[in-house]
């Protein structure tokens, strides 16, 4: 019973945050894409009851918001890491052998091939197609951060770095 | 403080000017550079200069001492992180923390070059070195219009614009100018739209202004999406007030109060200092209501884009910010006369925009006297891939390729041999030796079969597969395929089949036939640009590098080393000990021995995994490339 009230209470308390950002868009449909990645931002994933929940708000049907919220590569809806990890796949970085960089990431993180986020939530991995850092071929990016000129070795000594930063983080992490 | 006149603003840029020149560091803060450790640079110069009482107060552009600025882009990214020293002109090349002591030293406090920090090429005989930047070959053939301001100011300081006369175009056009004088200028300028499709960009908003309508909108397209283009990123970052100065223009000009900068969400940096640039230049009366003592108001929002190569279309692009997918619609009608919530809607590239203050403050002819009657003005490129000078470049329409490759860029990396380059990006075409004397302008690429596109430049060396590369090509726009009409989205995924089972060995004869009326069939009949050019690079290097596609059908061969099923791990029995190391670990069970004889690769089964290759402790698993005159 106990745990009933508290899944309730992290429920209400979910569409309480996602009750804001409705209303600094001023529940306005023409606001969607915003308003999903702020509640992206907030969940790091776009929760299936609450896209049901801001269809109702902005009086679209459920499949309009699902629509939206598939045709784009931002957005998720599975649960993502803490630590996005996006190895840049665009023609430079390829033509200078992304592919390895991408295996070495994967490799260290201890990822299948078609696996893209850790057990642990706390990194997933995606390729995008450009993030215009082409000078630094092959590039990656940390959340917000760039990194370049990788090899096998410089990119798995990052993912090691980040590994270790990390240690004990998830817990952390859940307490925030 | 907005400036409510064109007299005050003109007053205060003069007082910016009047400022005695002293020594300035400017330490380059585009992404390349922040990448190799900028930052931690420009921390240590600011310590330095501290300590030593250089009288620098950082971060303010109003003092008349060597100041520090950070700035946009330098353009010669592969060399970051970049220092120049003004007003001398000096650029330091890969300044690593510990080399700030001695730029200090030796070049703020005596006035000295530290030599090992400057530009310098390495031939047989001689090494050449040049300290000034202008004096740079990959300098000294750039025309800087687009770029006047990236690397030389802060872009985050509203007084580094002006000092450069920033805005004042602005205050011209609201206050000397009709919208049709405006219209009339750009027109003789014969600007063409920079985001590749080359259309003229008065034509566009004259067909906007004639609509007559309560509302309008101004767009600026910075959604770009082709891999290997970073030439917007690097304006929006490094200069974001010129794109602001354009839009209020274009804004003046078609009738517009609002406008949408649209820009993708990969650019986080380009967000944040166009948000600032947005603020600042409300405060400053540059946007708002009644600019300039006139009736004329703008204002500007930013809409962040959540990943979707196609909408950088322009319908599809209109549909995104008003929260819809992103797909686009039949045209006409044109969003001059039926855009953004049905209103007539003008978009603009970052870098059609950045050349509007520049051409309205010097006038049509000044910019017809740069590039050719029929694309006058300058295109900047990102230069990347296997070149030697990877950056950002902006130079003069109708340079040659060779120019611009070999000697803007530098040539290729590691003096290896030129094979192709790749202009336009996903939807250009692929150009090769026989090409490199062609001039850069809209119509003789077309010719070529190739596109301006936004200015992406790839160039591949002999290491490159052309083949791999048009199915990397092909992923690429099957993947941002929208869906919505059927030759994009059943057409490329077929042609990338096809390439696929080249690359893979499988393919025939036959489906190199196929693969050529597939590729036509959705060039004519796909709805939007996507389409129409996706099979591109398909068609240019089916027709320019014929030998090596065939080369994969019928021998299994690829020259560049590079497609995984062309190659064979074979075991040397002089070196195989007999182990059993590699039958463990490969996954299909291919290889084959007994104790004391020499193990064996079932060639029909290996799937060139490389496991045993990896695996082996006496290195006898060889990689053999299949070549032609073998087997």
């Known amino acids: ?176 | 403080m907005p400036y409510r006149t064109k007299e005050e603003l003109e007053t205060h840029i003069q007082q910016l000017k009047n400022q005695p020149i002293s020594t300035q560091v400017l330490v380059c803060a585009g992404l390349g550079c922040l990448a190799k450790g900028a930052e931690t640079v420009y921390q240590r110069f600011r310590e330095l200069t501290e300590i030593n009482h250089l009288q620098v107060k950082v971060n303010k552009s109003d003092d008349h001492h060597p100041s520090l600025v950070g700035t946009g882009c330098m353009g010669l990214c592969e060399s970051g992180p970049l220092v120049r020293i003004e007003p001398k002109g000096i650029l330091y090349l890969r300044v690593k923390l510990e080399d700030v002591d001695r730029i200090v030293d030796q070049t703020l406090k005596n006035g000295n070059v530290v030599e090992d920090l400057i530009y310098q090429e390495k031939t047989d005989h001689e090494v050449r070195k040049w300290p000034l930047m202008k004096d740079i070959p990959f300098y000294r053939k750039q025309i800087k219009i687009v770029l006047r301001n990236c690397g030389n100011i802060d872009p985050e300081k509203l007084d580094d614009y002006l000092k450069r006369d920033g805005y004042l175009a602005l205050a011209k056009v609201v206050t000397t100018m009709s919208p049709d004088d405006v219209i009339g200028e750009i027109l003789k300028s014969g600007l063409r739209g920079r985001g590749g499709g080359g259309f003229p960009t008065g034509r566009k908003w004259q067909f906007a202004r004639l609509a007559k309508t309560d509302k309008k909108y101004m767009i600026c397209n910075g959604d770009e999406g082709d891999p290997g283009a970073f030439m917007d990123r690097s304006v929006m970052e490094g200069d974001p007030h010129t794109v602001i100065e354009g839009m209020a223009i274009a804004g003046y000009a078609i009738g517009a109060q609002e406008g949408y900068i649209y820009v993708r969400a990969e650019y986080p940096l380009a967000v944040k200092r166009l948000k600032k640039a947005i603020l600042d230049a409300r405060d400053a009366g540059f946007l708002g209501s009644n600019l300039f003592g006139s009736s004329f108001s703008f204002d500007l929002k930013i809409k962040e884009g959540a990943g979707a190569f196609v909408c950088g279309e322009e319908t599809a692009l209109i549909a995104s910010i008003e929260g819809k997918r992103g797909m686009p619609n039949p045209r006409p009608p044109f969003p001059a006369n039926k855009g953004l919530w049905g209103y007539p809607t003008v978009i603009n590239n970052v870098e059609t925009l950045a050349n509007v203050p520049a051409i309205i403050l010097n006038g049509a002819s000044w910019f017809r006297s740069f590039g050719t009657v029929t694309s006058p003005g300058t295109k900047t490129f990102a230069l990347s891939g296997k070149i030697r000078n990877t950056g950002l470049a902006e130079v003069p329409m109708g340079i040659t390729l060779r120019e611009l490759i070999f000697d803007v860029g530098g040539g290729i990396q590691n003096d290896r041999k030129f094979k192709a380059v790749q202009i336009g990006g996903p939807s250009g075409g692929c150009l090769t030796e026989q090409h490199l004397s062609l001039t850069v302008d809209y119509d003789s690429l077309c010719a070529a079969g190739a596109i301006m596109g936004s200015g992406g430049l790839v160039t591949m060396d002999e290491e490159t597969c052309i083949v791999e590369l048009a199915r990397y090509f092909l992923h690429f726009t099957q993947n941002e395929s929208c869906g919505k009409c059927v030759p994009c989205r059943e057409g490329t995924k077929h042609m990338l089949n096809i390439l696929q089972k080249i690359v893979d060995g499988r393919a025939k004869t036959e489906d190199l036939d196929l693969l050529i009326e597939t590729a036509q069939v959705v060039r004519d009949a796909s709805l939007c640009g996507l389409g129409k050019t996706a099979p591109n690079p398909v068609l240019t290097t089916l027709r320019y590098f014929k030998d090596e596609y065939l080369d994969h059908v019928l021998n299994q061969v690829c020259v560049a080393h590079v497609c995984q099923a062309m190659k064979q791990y074979r075991i040397d029995p002089e070196k195989c000990r007999a182990c059993g190391k590699c039958a463990r670990v490969c996954p299909v069970k291919c290889i084959s021995g007994r104790p004391k004889v020499p193990y064996v690769i079932d060639q029909e089964l290996c799937i060139k995994c490389g496991s045993c290759f990896e695996t082996c402790p006496f290195d006898a698993v060889m990689v053999n490339w299949r070549s032609k005159n073998h087997e």
Not at chain 1, 136 to 147: G, H, K, N, R, S
């Open chain 1, 1 to 176: 019973m106990v745990e009933m009230d508290n899944h309730e209470l992290t429920l209400s308390r979910q569409f309480e945050k996602v009750n804001t950002i409705l209303e600094n868009y001023n529940r306005s449909a023409s606001n969607l894409i915003s308003i999903l990645q702020e509640i992206q931002a907030d969940y790091r994933y776009l929760p299936e009851e609450i896209l049901t929940y801001v269809a109702t708000a902005l009086g679209v049907s459920p499949a309009y918001v699902y629509g939206v919220a598939t045709f784009y590569a931002q957005f998720s809806l599975k649960p993502k890491g803490k630590h996005i990890i996006r190895v840049c796949d665009g023609t430079a970085c390829h033509v200078r052998g992304s592919i390895n960089v991408l295996k070495a990431v994967k490799e260290q993180l201890g990822l299948k091939e078609n696996e893209d986020t850790t057990t642990d939530l706390l990194f997933t991995v995606e390729t995008v197609a450009c993030i215009g850092a082409c000078a630094l071929a092959p590039t990656m990016m940390i959340d917000e951060e760039v990194y370049g000129m990788l090899n096998d070795e410089k990119t798995r000594e990052i993912i090691d770095g980040m590994i270790e930063k990390n240690k004990g983080g998830m817990v952390n992490a859940v307490q925030d």
